[in-house]
């Protein structure tokens, strides 16, 4: 699946998966609403997010953590 919003760069945070147009980790994206924070909450201390852009993290990590090979130990 294509994630138009998200993007990995080497030259931008190291190849991170950020927000297209913006150094914002994915991972920050997700941490902050797993701490119990909004996606208005998010967007106010990220301006340049929108909404889009957290639920494009949302399911980019979705996508990524499917595609994951569990092994059971």
Known sequence: MTHTRIEMNPEI???KPVIRGTR???ELVLRKL???MTADEVIADH???TAD???AAQ???ADYLA???IVYR
């Open 24 to 26: 914002v980790p994915v």
């Open 67 to 69: 595609d994951e090979e």
């Open 53 to 55: 852009d957290i639920r």
């Open 13 to 15: 945070m190291g190849g």
């Open 59 to 61: 399911a980019f990590t």
């Open 34 to 36: 797993g701490a119990g």
């Open 47 to 49: 301006p340049r997010l």
